[in-house]
């Protein structure tokens, strides 16, 4: 018989990929995933987690008047997607931030804040008279 005939080209797969391929892919997916899922799991403009720093912060602002027996104002910031009005405010874009004072002694009246998300809902702060906790009430867009 002859002299034998051997190939030394690799066999091709069509339609197959590679493990670098792959692992590229992959590694551009979780880049992504990344990036993009930690701004959408901690939305700054989610209303009752903003209503709930907001009172903490007034909560902790109205005790520390009393105790270091000084005014302490709060400013109420403008966060992404939620706007504080103070309560007789129209629903507009405010010049400035409104901001609350509370003074050594506390107030006999209660005041109001209202947060009011991108798609309409608002959040109803209640600051009670004297150093009672502080109220949230939720109301769905109208």
Known sequence: MGPSRT??????????????????????????????????????????AAADALARRLTEARWRAVVEARAVTVTLPATDGVRALSSGDPPREPARAPALTFDVVPAAVSRAIVLVAEDGERARLVVPPGLDAITIEYEAPS
């Open 7 to 48: 190939s030394t080209a690799r066999p091709t797969r069509d339609g197959a990929f590679t493990l670098v391929e792959v692992v590229a892919v992959l590694a551009l997916v979780v880049t992504v995933a990344a990036l993009v899922l930690p701004r959408l799991a901690s939305r700054p403009h989610d209303l009752s």
